[in-house]
């Protein structure tokens, strides 16, 4: 971008690079996801090659025993309480008859065969109550000792198949190790020369017109290497490769300003003199110079030529631009 451009075409120049390297830095992202895509070694197949079929079925029906044997249980224990309820019922009537009962016989009131039958009756119930609260107790008991004996066969079925699946498991990992390997080798087979291109271009044609396109190019496909390192690299290492990059692009750029700074480009040169005569200051050293003056300048502060006759036509002239501003002679 010369100092010529536009300030609007600047800004649309800035704007539309910007646009670029997020739709570049997107598209990179879809061809590394695809590159990534294919199907790595599958866990499960690697299990069920190594364990035994019955095992896992035994295991299967173990659990399924041990869901039906809880639901006895519960089952069991649903009718305990409906029993305590009813044992409860008939012991307050037992003993409500039992108190009409005593009433009368204080009263010297014979007891009545209807009273005395209820309370047989309520006796009967409780105590009929009471050996179903009993047997139940034995159900549950029994169900209890059938539950741990099946849980004890599950956790050894499990400590089977945990020890058939472990020499499995480390075999995917590590067939799974290589696959994110490969995959890794092939993102940066793709990115690597994108990234080293995008720089070549920038180093090279410094003065190219494209320099805006080659710079978003340049800067999606580094943000896309840091990604792939940061997924496929371990964290230690990506750490000390994000750093360095990070030294080595920083390094780059002070070098870059360094050089300018103590050798301007031409056009940099050239820039600032033209501001500096505009400004009516010395180029060199900034000390101001007059406006009525000799037709030959010296800048009395560094010693600067910044005024001289013109060869063509004996005017006053800038010393350190390319033209008379009189004849139009040039110079260089
Ligand atoms: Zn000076
Ligand atoms: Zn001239």
Not at 123 to 139: C, D, H, P, V
Not at 265 to 273: G, M
Not at 305 to 315: D, P
């Amino acid at each position: 971008m010369s100092h010529t451009t536009p300030r609007a075409a600047t800004r649309a120049i800035r704007f539309l690079s910007v646009l670029l390297f997020l739709f570049v830095a997107w598209l990179f992202d879809f061809i590394l996801s695809d590159i990534g895509n294919s199907k790595g070694p599958q866990l499960q197949t690697y299990h069920s090659e190594a364990v035994d079929p019955a095992l896992v079925q035994r295991e299967q029906d173990l659990i399924q025993e041990t869901t039906k044997l809880n639901g006895s249980k519960n089952r069991q224990k649903e009718i305990q309480e409906n029993l305590r309820a009813s044992m409860e019922v008939a012991k307050e009537t037992m003993e409500q008859m039992a108190g009409l009962h005593r009433l009368s016989l204080e009263r010297g009131i014979e007891p009545s065969t209807d009273q005395s039958k209820a309370i047989a009756e309520a006796q009967q119930r409780y105590i009929q109550s009471q050996s179903s609260f009993e047997e139940a107790n034995e159900k549950i008991a029994d169900l209890n000792a059938s539950a741990h004996a099946l849980g004890q066969e599950l956790n050894y079925t499990r400590e089977m198949l945990e020890e058939q699946r472990k020499p499995a498991f480390e075999k995917w990992q590590r067939a799974h190790d290589v696959h994110e390997f490969k995959a890794a080798g092939l993102k940066l087979i793709f990115i690597v020369p994108v990234f080293l291109l995008g720089a070549f271009s920038i180093a090279r044609r410094k003065d190219s017109l494209y320099r805006p396109i080659f710079m978003a190019i340049f800067v999606a496909s580094f943000w896309q290497l840091g990604l792939v390192m940061h997924e496929h690299f371990p964290s230690e290492f990506f750490k000390y490769i994000a750093i360095l990059a990070g030294i080595v692009i920083v390094m780059t750029f002070l070098v870059r300003t360094l050089q300018s700074a103590a050798k301007p480009q031409p056009a940099a040169l050239l820039n600032r003199r033209r501001e500096a005569y505009h400004k009516e200051i010395c180029p060199a050293c900034a000390y101001p110079f007059p406006n009525a003056r000799a037709t030959a300048y010296t800048c009395p502060s560094c010693g600067t030529g910044l005024f001289s006759a013109c060869s063509s036509c004996g005017e006053s002239r800038h010393d350190l631009l390319s033209f008379c501003s009189h004849c139009g002679s040039d110079r260089s």
